[in-house]
Nanobody, 120 residues
Framework: QVQLVESGGGLVQAGGSLRLSCAAS????????MGWYRQAPGKQRELVAT???????NYADSVKGRFTISRDNAKSTVYLQMNSLEPEDTAVYFC??????????????WGQGTQVTVSS
């Protein structure tokens, strides 16, 4: 059974930090690339970051240098450390598992989402 459970969202002022966590089933975590999407009102969903089994990472230009994705294999958990948060980062953040195809990243399982709100 594939299960992804996000936590760590909340309300923070601009310039602050949050760390999101995603607890995954051990099987899904072991065989798939993990990542984070976000969905903000009135905007297209955006792939924020991914991390492969070999710990290769990719970031959206909008978060590069501010966010860091990492994984803890012993805990089957992926993290998203978010620093220097801006109001534009406000969104529901979704943990996903998937794979990289020639056309881009393809998610196949989604978590329930966690709300991140950044105030000015």
């Amino acid at each position: 059974q594939v299960q992804l459970v996000e936590s760590g969202g909340g309300l923070v002022q601009a310039g602050g930090s949050l760390r999101l966590s995603c607890a995954a089933s051990e099987r899904a975590f072991s065989i798939n690339t993990m990542g984070w999407y976000r969905q903000a009102p009135g905007k297209q969903r955006e792939l924020v970051a991914t991390i492969t089994r070999s710990s290769s990472t990719n970031y959206a230009d909008s978060v590069k240098g501010r966010f860091t994705i990492s994984r803890d294999n012993a805990k089957s958990t992926v993290y998203l450390q978010m620093n220097s948060l801006e109001p534009e980062d406000t969104a529901v953040y979704f943990c996903v598992t998937g794979y990289w195809a020639i056309s881009g990243f393809r998610p196949n399982y989604w978590g329930q989402g966690t709300q991140v709100t950044v105030s000015s």
